[in-house]
C-alpha cells in the first residue's frame, strides 16, 4: 500500500507560479514511476506530467510542455510539479498518482494510487 499526500495548490494570478508537492510512503519510492493528472469542472481527468522511476525519463502533455517541470527527491520520498507561466486554462483540481510497474502512463486508469488532490485556481 502506498499513501499519498498532495500539497501547494492556491490561487495565483495567470502568468505566476506554483509548485505542488506529493509525498509518498513506502521503501522503494525510487523505483515508482509517478504522475500528475488534474481535472477541471465536468472534464475528464487529463494527463499532465509523469517521471519514470528507472532512468528519470519525464513526459509532458502538449499543453503543459515549456511551462511545466515534474521532478523528484528520492531522498524525501516526494515529487513535484513545478508550473509556471500559468494560465487560466490551468484551473483544476491536481492529483498525484504512483504506477508500480510497467513505466509511464497517460491514462489514469494505469495508476495505482492516488493523492487526494488539490485545488489550482488561475485568475485571468
Known amino acids: 500500500q502506498v499513501q499519498l499526500i498532495g500539497s501547494g495548490g492556491g490561487l495565483v494570478q495567470a502568468g505566476g507560479s506554483l509548485r505542488l508537492s506529493c509525498a509518498a510512503s513506502?521503501?522503494?519510492?525510487?523505483?515508482?514511476?509517478v504522475g500528475w493528472f488534474r481535472q477541471a469542472p465536468g472534464k475528464e481527468r487529463e494527463f499532465v506530467a509523469a517521471n519514470t522511476g528507472s532512468g528519470g525519463s519525464t513526459y509532458y502533455a502538449d499543453s503543459v510542455k515549456g511551462r511545466f517541470t515534474i521532478s523528484r527527491d528520492n531522498a524525501k520520498n516526494t515529487f513535484y510539479l513545478q508550473m509556471n507561466s500559468l494560465k487560466a486554462e490551468d484551473t483544476a483540481v491536481y492529483y498525484c498518482?504512483?504506477?508500480?510497474?510497467?513505466?509511464?502512463?497517460?491514462?489514469?486508469?494505469?495508476?495505482?494510487?492516488w493523492g487526494q488532490g488539490t485545488q489550482v485556481t488561475v485568475s485571468s
Open positions: 498518482a504512483v504506477r508500480l510497474v510497467g513505466g509511464h502512463s497517460y491514462y489514469p486508469t494505469s495508476y495505482d494510487y
Open positions: 513506502g521503501r522503494t519510492f525510487s523505483t515508482y514511476n
